[in-house]
């Protein structure tokens, strides 16, 4: 089993910058690659970032240039530095891990960005 735990979400202004955090405990051994998914109320859940093992990334085209993704492995944790938000970025995000016989999630963290 694997627990995630995210943080860092908030309200921001258009333009603003947020870093979310999941930090991951339990078998994390199994885990071969993580990603930030989001969802907005009324769309289906999208895939934003994502980091295997290797550090390779990949991101969602409407991100690219402005979110980065990145891991601690000495922390078992996982960031999304999120730079020039828009509006359209405001949605519950959740951490992914990624498990040889799994996939495991984090109860989300709402990332609201004001007009």
């Known amino acids: 089993q694997v627990q995630l735990v995210e943080s860092g979400g908030g309200l921001v202004q258009a333009g603003g910058s947020l870093r979310l955090s999941c930090a991951a405990s339990?078998?994390?051994?199994?885990?071969?690659?993580m990603a930030w998914y989001r969802q907005a109320p009324g769309t289906q859940r999208e895939l934003v970032a994502a980091?295997?093992?290797?550090?390779?990334?990949n991101y969602a085209d409407s991100v690219k240039g402005r979110f980065t993704i990145s891991r601690d492995n000495a922390k078992n944790t996982v960031y999304l530095q999120m730079n020039s938000l828009k509006p359209e970025d405001t949605a519950v995000y959740h951490c992914?891990?990624?498990?040889?016989?799994?996939?495991?999630w984090g109860q989300g963290t709402q990332v609201t960005v004001s007009s």
């Open positions: 980091i295997t093992s290797g550090r390779s990334t």
């Open positions: 339990g078998s994390i051994f199994s885990i071969n690659a």
């Open positions: 992914n891990a990624e498990a040889t016989h799994d996939d495991y």
